[in-house]
Structures are given as C-alpha cells and as structure tokens.
C-alpha cells in the first residue's frame, strides 16, 4: 500500500511557474550566543539564504540552507505553500539554468524517528509511570517536535513530487 503525502497534509502544496523578477536576496545569519570573540569559526554562526521575487504576478519568498540559484529573467517552476501574502517555496527548478533544488527531506524524516525513539524510551521511564509533571513535558515536547519534523519532511516530499509531474 502507498500512501501519499498529501493524504495527511492540511497545507496545500503547489507550484506555481513564470518568469523571474524584482531579485532580492538576503543572508540571514544567527550566531551562538556562546561564540567566543576571537573564535570566527563557521561553527558557530547559522546561515539561512533568503530570495524574494515575483513570479509572474505572485510574491515568493525562498529560505534555504544554501543560496538559491536564480537571476532576474529565469524562467522557473516553485513548489510549496501560501504563507501571509506570499508564497513559501520548499522545492524549486530553474528551467534557464537547469537547476532543481530542494531541503533534504531524508534527515528531517529521521531526525522525527530519533525523537520519536527518546520519546518512547522516556514513556518507558520510571519517572513518568510514577505520574511527574517534567518528563512527561518532556515527552510532549519530543513528540511535538517528531511529529514537526514529519510533517515538514512530508511537505518537501510532496513539493519535490508536484515539481517532477
């Protein structure tokens, strides 16, 4: 039996194809707040690549690990969801520059079944069978953030897939 993402997903993912204008691309950087201040190491500093253009008529806003490849006048196809007054892409083909790129799906899936494995090992704790209120915030927390992260690797698997039809 196959299922498929969009059986459990309540987003709509689609795709949405023009030509690209209005590039505008940022570098969003987080840095730990434990760096030391002569340590310049990429170790502690987070980087997410930012683009926002239009597409056609349609604002599109694009947060990646790394930068996305794109310039004013490519043709292009963008996978994802409405977020606010835009569109967030989670998986993308630039047609000009025969490139398709998306987040990888595979460790967001297994990061969800590693915090499902310390979820279920907490339930079967001494501490929650005996009723204490912390590890059984504990255990929400884990499950709440397994089943994030499911969710999230669905919806680039289903925008990966919408993109490839």
């Known amino acids: 039996m196959t299922l498929k993402p969009s059986a459990f997903l309540t987003s709509s993912v689609a795709t949405i194809s023009g030509t690209v204008s209005n590039l505008n691309n940022e570098l ?7 760096k030391p201040t002569h340590d310049h ?14 597409l ?7 947060k ?9 006048g490519d043709t292009m196809t963008v996978s994802g969801y409405q977020k606010g007054n835009g569109f967030q892409v989670l998986a ?13 799906w595979i460790v967001l899936g297994l990061g969800a079944l590693f915090f499902l494995v310390v979820a279920l090992g907490l ?20 499950v709440g953030v397994a089943m994030y992260m499911g969710y999230r690797a669905l ?3 289903e925008a990966i897939s ?4």
């Open 28 to 34: 969003l950087e987080y840095v730990n707040p434990e």
């Open 41 to 54: 190491s990429s170790v502690y500093y987070q980087r997410f690549f930012i683009s926002k253009f239009t």
């Open 56 to 62: 056609g008529d349609r604002a599109i806003e694009a």
């Open 64 to 72: 990646f690990s790394t930068p996305m490849v794109v310039s004013d």
């Open 92 to 104: 993308y083909a630039n047609q000009t520059q025969q490139v398709s790129k998306h987040e990888n």
């Open 123 to 142: 339930l079967n704790s001494e501490l929650v069978a005996e009723g204490a209120l912390v590890p059984k915030l504990f255990l929400i927390g884990f």
């Open 155 to 157: 919806l680039i698997r």
């Open 162 to 165: 919408l993109l490839q039809n």
